[in-house]
């Protein structure tokens, strides 16, 4: 039972437009919500996070909305850069500290 | 921002092998991970540590064990390698939500 989904398993999107990932959970003991980008052959590199008592959380070009009722996440880079090309973590946790990533979503951004 | 380190980067080894795959950090972090991902899926965590002298099994059962002897230090080890550990093993490390990560090693078994 997959408990964090990104449903869609890439993105393409023009340099200068907006990119907006997109993540479901099912448990509702998550409190917060994390966003890792991943490049080939490298480890995950923390970018943004967001607590369940939070709506939305800004950060430069990347903002991270969470929509509670409909257990739904979205991370929105704008404007996006080629070099914003890896694919893209949602990460949940609760208490325990733990976290429960998605499948990921491979973002390409073309010049 | 954490430093961790892990090595080697890159290992192929062959069946029945015992392999050893280091972790260090030097932010001071009691909480430690070890994950294990595989192209187009997500982390799976197969270890974690909250201190020295304290080791748990994570959420996927795996075959590799681990020990937390410093804070420093946390190796993992497989005692005979198969073609199925073939994967790449994350190494991470946190203060409280936000997990800091290493490079990863990317082992593959023959």
């Known amino acids: 039972d997959q408990q964090v989904k990104q449903n869609s398993p890439s993105l393409s999107v023009q340099e200068g437009r907006i990119s907006i990932l997109n993540c479901d959970y099912t448990n509702s003991m998550f409190d917060y919500f994390l966003w890792y980008k991943k490049y080939p052959a490298e480890g995950p590199t923390f970018l943004i996070s967001?607590?369940?008592?939070?709506d939305k959380n800004e950060d430069g070009r990347f903002t991270v909305f969470l929509n509670k009722s409909a257990k739904h996440l979205s991370l929105h880079i704008v404007p996006s850069q080629p070099g914003d090309s890896a694919v893209y973590f949602c990460a949940a946790t609760s208490n325990t500290g733990k976290l429960i990533f998605g499948q990921g979503t491979t973002l390409q951004v073309k010049p | 921002e954490a430093d961790i380190y892990q090595t080697p980067r890159y290992l192929v080894i062959g069946t029945g092998k015992k392999i050893t795959l280091e972790c260090s950090q030097t932010m001071g972090h009691d909480k430690m991970y070890w994950y294990q991902q595989d192209p187009g899926m997500e982390l799976h965590l197969i270890h974690y540590?909250?201190?020295?002298?304290?080791?748990e099994k994570g959420d996927l059962s795996s075959e590799s064990t681990v020990s937390r002897i410093r804070t420093e230090h946390f190796p993992l080890t497989l005692e005979s390698a198969r073609p199925s550990h073939t994967s790449q093993y994350l190494c991470?490390?946190?203060?409280?939500?936000?997990?800091?990560f290493g490079p990863g090693t990317r082992l593959t078994v023959t």
């Open positions: 991470a490390s946190s203060v409280s939500y936000e997990q800091y």
């Open positions: 967001i607590s369940s008592i939070k």
């Open positions: 540590s909250y201190g020295v002298n304290s080791t």
